[in-house]
T-cell receptor, first 117, second 111 residues
Framework: KAGVTQTPRYLIKTRGQQVTLSCSPI?????VSWYQQTPGQGLQFLFE???????NKGNFPGRFSGRQFSNSRSEMNVSTLELGDSALYLC????????????????FGEGSRLTVL | SQQGEEDPQALSIQEGENATMNCSYK?????LQWYRQNSGRGLVHLIL?????REKHSGRLRVTLDTSKKSSSLLITASRAADTASYFC???????????FGKGTMLLVSP
């Protein structure tokens, strides 16, 4: 099975711009989670999608949004970029089911490294 | 917010030695997991221990869980240079379908 694929791997934006990151989960995985990783704050949970529905959301401003498509692929968008949004954005999928809450083991992609200038 | 806190923040050992990392957390959990991250890469799942388990082994890894103390430890035996990485504990709270990660322990294994 192919692993979790994130695109693009690297990108540079300027303040005020917006960015869209893409994540293709492992085939058959219906849950996709997004995390932001920075040296100062570590891994911060952004949101989790399951079967096209946002099931959980972290404590990030509304500039951060996401969605999941019927094929379980997910995108996250950050609008009006700020310098502090520079980070490694990690996507992870899991074989979570609707019958039991919880994501269990996460399978991570290599991340999208965003630099905001 | 960080649920898990790893200790120590950094650990430097020689090849062949054992490495022990600890994790403390605050709320009741369904399970606790350990992940490894090589510099700037994605995280790799190492082991999951459920709240009703006390110890689990996987190859050179041994994980313990003490729910009364809300703590866990990860032991890597006979460390190798390839074990050099950051190690994170992650907890799945009882009521939420998400994992909360600690800030990690940076392990350096020197040949």
């Amino acid at each position: 099975k192919a692993g979790v694929t994130q695109t693009p791997r690297y990108l540079i934006k300027t303040r005020g711009q917006q960015v869209t990151l893409s994540c293709s989960p492992i085939s058959g995985h219906r849950s996709v989670s997004w995390y932001q990783q920075t040296p100062g704050q570590g891994l911060q949970f952004l949101f989790e999608y399951f079967s096209e529905t946002q099931r959980n959301k972290g404590n990030f401003p509304g500039r951060f949004s996401g969605r999941q498509f019927s094929n379980s692929r997910s995108e996250m968008n950050v609008s009006t970029l700020e310098l502090g949004d520079s980070a490694l954005y990690l996507c992870a999928s899991s074989p979570a089911t609707s019958g039991r809450p919880g994501v269990g083991e996460l399978f991570f992609g290599e991340g999208s490294r965003l630099t905001v200038l | 917010s960080q649920q898990g806190e790893e200790d120590p923040q950094a650990l430097s050992i020689q090849e062949g030695e054992n490495a022990t990392m600890n994790c403390s957390y605050k709320t009741s959990i369904n399970n606790l997991q350990w992940y490894r991250q090589n510099s700037g890469r994605g995280l790799v799942h190492l082991i999951l221990i459920r709240s009703n388990e006390r110890e689990k082994h996987s190859g050179r890894l041994r994980v313990t869980l003490d729910t009364s103390k809300k703590s866990s430890s990860l032991l890597i035996t006979a460390s190798r240079a390839a074990d050099t990485a950051s190690y994170f504990c992650a907890t799945e709270p009882l009521r939420y379908s998400t994992l909360t990660f600690g800030k990690g322990t940076m392990l350096l294994v020197s040949p």
